[in-house]
């Protein structure tokens, strides 16, 4: 079955930097478009970041466009997020999923990521 398994959140100062990693397996990983999302405290699940089936287009939400960067190793199975000056309002819980995900299908348990001084 499918599975997705995030890592390499952690608490970071604000202007740090984190990445993100997502290991996937139960489905064939390199036919799908992959996505990066985040749930903050008391807010909806919102999309961060698509990347397409080879890598090679990528589109970011205005909030963190020119900051945050997806990418994939299809080898792997992997998906990653580079994620550069970071913010306070970055602090989320962040999942990786197909592109499209909806809220009744499969998540893992996610990464948290803690943006504060």
């Known amino acids: 079955q499918v599975q997705l398994v995030e890592s390499g959140g952690g608490w970071v100062q604000p202007g740090g930097s984190l990445s993100l990693s997502c290991a996937a397996s139960?489905?064939?990983?390199?036919?799908?478009?992959m996505s990066w999302y985040r749930q903050a405290p008391g807010k909806e699940r919102e999309w961060v970041a698509t990347t397409s089936t080879t890598g090679g287009l990528t589109n970011y939400a205005d909030s963190v466009e020119g900051r945050f960067t997806i990418s994939r190793d299809n080898a792997k199975n992997t998906l990653y997020l580079q994620m550069n000056s970071l913010k306070p309002e970055d602090t989320a819980l962040y999942y990786c999923?197909?592109?499209?995900?909806?809220?009744?299908?499969?998540w893992g348990q996610g990464t948290q990521v803690t943006v504060s001084s």
């Open positions: 999923n197909k592109m499209g995900a909806q809220p009744y299908d499969y």
């Open positions: 139960g489905f064939t990983f390199r036919s799908y478009h």
